[in-house]
């Protein structure tokens, strides 16, 4: 479906009825190339880092604007030294001038949302049609803004004569060429490409998107289009580019093998980008984003949030409630990345609601951060207090006895000999279940008299196992409503290693037009015959500060 450029009314919001949706939930300086002296983690992108900033800096640093011409989120960016990015959408820069306006005032990163695809730069085998990414790295370059380029090799977009017909030599040199091609046409101009994209799906048997180039080329062709991208350009900044891996769980643990592996044989990647597609019921808790940002912090890569929005109608309720909430996922988001040395900035995938992709996707939604009338939203202020360092507030406890400091006071126990004490290792009560003899044997709770619909609501437990290396614990609530199936809906998982405390926690909203009939907390998740121990569990309101 063609997107609109008119600036219509958009469609009113779907109200979802009797539906019930809960998951879980907190200027540019030039943007610079590498330089030897640039450290990965910690580099101040603003600042174009410690090292002067080498020949292939954007071209457009030489007219950087100083702090104070600029206003708005390019201003708040700037005093944080961090980057705040936007998707670009060519056809709507070329045609929609209220759109370039907000685009050269708000942002100072900006990624052609398709232009750079290979589907879009090569339709034609061994003919590249520049025009429309070139105009998204002119206008940067005009408006001081960096570039990051997206995205060299992903399993869509990519051009119909690129079939699975061709030999495996076929394609590694097609794939070759157009890398090398594609970054030597842009040399100097981009701070970063996305060298690979959603190489992984755990749904595979393999663990990797099983794509013409896995089939093809095996999983080397990931090292690989690394190795070709640093051959065709030693400066630009090579990310690597992810959905679904925000929140600590298993597919960002096996990302973060993946590249952990990757780099321990030299393969050159400067970054990852944590695509973000959350929703008001769907976004990381605080911690978690913390924890997940400094642990690939810690392999000296440069972290990203790299294509965020946050939709809003997959839960019911007014617009203005699903608004506010909104607006507090875009802060809590931002304002982690802002708050951590290792990541480097934000960049949303597209800024008005009017060109959201999501539009083109089946239901259309409001994630983004200007109305489709461009009048901004309360997600924007979200950002700005994000990039100020002010994230929103957890408030009180809703758990009975979530410190178990009354023992199993207001829990019920599914499966297993319960056991209260001492926390082994840390300060108050853990509650353990022994001789566990299935993975939902756990602890409950019935919190139908402590949460009603709304939110945003933040889950925070620690957790420990006992009886095996590792195992996944996870944190869900069981929602029954009269006429609708009942759910079962994650808040947090965690690959616990025995005997350790660690946090599981995630954010989430509920949305009900009949009142529910059970609202069940449970903590579970470790096969039959792992012990599972609980030090702590909390839910509050997210609320801004
Ligand atoms: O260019 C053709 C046009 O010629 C044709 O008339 C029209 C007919 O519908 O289609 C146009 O192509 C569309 C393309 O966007 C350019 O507008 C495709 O149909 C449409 O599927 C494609 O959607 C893009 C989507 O990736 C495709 O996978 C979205 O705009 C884009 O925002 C989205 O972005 C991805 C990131 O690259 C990777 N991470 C996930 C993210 C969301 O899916």
Known sequence: MQRRLSRGIGRAGVMLAGAVAIAGCGGPKQGF?????????????????SGAAPPTANA??????????????????????????????????????????????????????????????????????WSDADSVVEFAEAHQQAVKGHTLVWHRQNPTWLQASMTPDEVRAALKGHISHTLQHYRGRMRAWDVVNEAVDLESPSGYTESLFWEKLGPGYIEDAFRWA???????????????????????????????????????????????????????????????????????????????????????GEREGRWEAQRLAFQ????????????????????ADEYSWINDEGEPDDALIFDRGYAAKPAYDGVLDGLSGVLPVVGENVIENGDFG?????????????????AEGREGTQICLRGRGSETDGLTQDLR?????????????????????????????????????????????????????????????????????????????????????????????????
Not at 336 to 346: L, M, Q, Y
Not at 409 to 419: I, K, T
Not at 475 to 489: D, F, R, W
Request: charged share 20%.
């Open 33 to 49: 190339g590498r330089s030897s002296t640039e450290g990965a983690s910690g580099a101040n992108p603003a600042s174009g880092g």
């Open 230 to 316: 640093r051959e065709a350009d030693p400066d630009v900044l090579l990310f690597y580019n992810e959905v679904g891996v925000e929140r600590i769980g298993p597919k960002a643990d096996f990302v973060f093998e993946m590249l952990r592996d990757l780099l321990a044989r030299g393969v050159p990647i400067d970054g990852i980008g944590l695509q973000s597609h959350v929703s008001i019921h769907r976004y990381p808790a605080e911690s978690n984003l913390r924890a997940n940002i400094r642990r690939f912090a810690e392999l000296g890569l440069r972290v990203n949030i790299s294509e965020l929005d946050a939709r809003t109608l997959l839960l019911p």
């Open 332 to 351: 809590q988001v931002v304002g982690v990345c802002a708050t951590e040395p290792g990541c480097e900035g934000v960049t949303l995938w597209g800024f």
């Open 60 to 129: 457009g640093a030489a007219g950087m604007s100083a702090d104070s011409d600029l206003v708005g989120l390019r201003r708040a960016a700037a005093k944080a030294g961090k980057l705040i990015g936007a998707a670009v959408d060519a056809r709507a820069l070329r045609e929609d001038p209220s759109y370039a306006e907000i685009l050269a005032r708000e942002f100072d990163y900006v990624t052609p949302e398709n232009a750079t695809k290979w589907e879009e730069l090569a339709p034609t085998s061994g003919e590249y049609a």
């Open 406 to 422: 009354r023992g199993v006071e207001g829990w019920a126990v599914a499966g297993g000999e319960v056991s209260v004490g001492a």
């Open 449 to 545: 008299e402590r949460l009603a619909s709304g939110g945003p609501f933040a889950f925070s437990g620690r957790v420990r196992i006992q009886g095996a290396s590792h195992a996944p614990v996870t944190a869900s609530l069981h929602v029954e409503v009269e006429g609708t199936e009942p759910e079962e809906l994650q808040l947090g998982i965690i690959e616990a290693p025995e005997g350790t405390w660690v946090e599981l926690a995630g954010c989430f909203g509920l949305g009900f037009t009949a009142s529910p009939m059970a609202i069940e907390l449970m903590l579970q998740g470790p096969p039959a015959g792992v012990d599972l121990c609980v030090a702590q569990a909390a839910i509050g309101a997210l609320s801004a500060p």
